[in-house]
DNA sequence: GATCATAGTCGTCTGCCTGACGATAAACAC
DNA sequence: GTGTTTATCGTCAGGCAGACGACTATGATC
């Protein structure tokens, strides 16, 4: 058979389905929203939905975040173009499982995108609601009222908290979870919440100071959280952070 | 509209492509097959093929791993099940671009295949043949012989080199390239070749023999490489190396 | 068989980075 | 003012990497 003969393939829907992961009161959170039909009717499950016959992957997860939260993505590499309100976008893998929705067969690009703190989630359009909530809550489903995240979500979400763990030890991927200003304390704030682990204030601040183009001082300070005054950065160019940070054993 | 309606999904076709690298005369080789037919009739481009109706991402990178190859995959993590002729299988990416085949929709998941030195290549069915060339033969081709990649499958190939670049940093990855007993000199080999930049013998073998877990002695020795009788290892059972081995700056 | 070339292996030294932690600075609450 | 909180600077010891010397064990060559 030839292998591009178009009437000879299996039919495939493809859709994008999105880990979107913020930082909220010293947890990372997970976004998602619950179903309004069948299957897992009721149950939480991850963004997403089909991607349209004219339209790129990136594209696709680009428009469910901007559905989904207001987020105006944008690509890794380049600033940010709508300060306050872009977020990290990157594809994160693709799941084919044929039963993994029971219904037809369904390949799916899972995407991870990172934003700071947002205010309330809109419902998007296929859920009755949406909700932030640490990510324990739907890996670890003590909680009865939540249950397991629908279809191999959970599996999707577990690997996307993973990308985002290990990424930010050789990255700056952690600036995008901060606004477009922000403290070292905030920044550190941010790896403690992501790695569950407490960081030396001090050994933090030398490291990420010193590590060339991380940050670039904005003149600016606050004091927003309480103490001292602290210097506002930004994030400076440099993408690479080598050596990069050490994640603290267990 | 429902976003799992099943009439109003678009028509996509799924494929595995395959960035299949080998280590050859101390060259990072990638495997490529002639195209057949219609479009890029006669060029060069990765190994691929339909994912069929019944048949996982995976599964179906397996198979037309072996149907090019003769390599039995084996998932990352487990110890290869048929020493010799296993090969390291990992998702890469997922290309979607709504132009990427002129002819129709197409989605392509990329899979990476790490393996080491093997016979000559057999010709696929899809190929007229195939062939194994260093990586720079297909990302800049100044051969006018060749030419370049069909597709986007020079994009895939170069985010499949710079996956295998970077994981042997912090991974025992590099042993997919070794046969199942291999010396200190020739892993460090492989990192020459793939990093594309000399190593010194004596920090190398401190860093691999010194990291618990990476390597086990077989107890026995080799002179295959000529020079002093060198000491047999397998791959051990860490598959993280931490601290990671350092590239040199360019 | 002596010499040479090749590769492998063990050590040494120096500089950088990290983790642990003391000390000081600048705000707010009372 | 005193206490609390957070930020920031400094010091010190240990670990690891880069540079490189030295020695060992083989095959090739004369």
């Not at 893998?93 to 991870?112: C, F, I, Q, W």
């Not at 932030?132 to 909680?143: G, I, R, S």
Request: contains cysteine; aromatic residues 8%; negative net charge.
């Amino acid at each position: 058979m030839s292998p591009y003969d178009p009437s000879a393939f299996p039919p495939f829907a493809v859709t994008v389905d999105l880990v979107v992961l913020t930082v909220r009161r010293h947890s990372l959170c997970a976004l998602a929203v619950r179903r309004g039909e069948a299957p897992f009717q009721g149950r939480w499950a991850l963004p997403g939905g089909f991607v349209r016959a004219d339209e790129d992957l990136a594209m696709a997860a680009a428009r469910e975040l901007e559905e989904e939260t207001g987020l105006c993505a944008h690509d890794p590499g380049t600033p940010a173009p709508a300060p306050g309100n872009g977020a990290h976008l990157e594809q994160l893998a693709t799941y084919g499982d044929p039963k993994r929705d029971p219904r037809m067969r369904v390949v799916s690009v899972a995407h991870l995108a990172l934003a700071p703190d947002l205010p309330a989630p809109k419902a998007g359009g296929d859920a009755h609601s949406a909700r932030w909530a640490p990510v324990e809550t739907f890996l670890e489903p003590e909680d009865e009222e939540t249950g397991a995240l629908a279809f191999d979500h959970a599996q999707i979400l577990a690997d996307g908290v993973e990308r985002a763990r290990s990424k930010i030890e050789y990255s700056s991927l952690a600036t995008a979870f901060c606004p477009t200003e922000f403290t070292v304390g905030e920044l550190r704030r941010v790896y403690e919440a992501v790695w569950g682990v407490a960081l030396d204030p001090r050994n933090f601040h030398r490291k990420v100071t010193g590590t060339p183009g991380f940050l670039v001082p904005t003149g600016g300070t606050t004091t927003r959280q309480g103490g001292r005054p602290a210097q506002l950065f930004r994030a400076g160019g440099a993408t690479l952070l080598n050596p990069p940070m050490l994640r603290p054993e267990v």
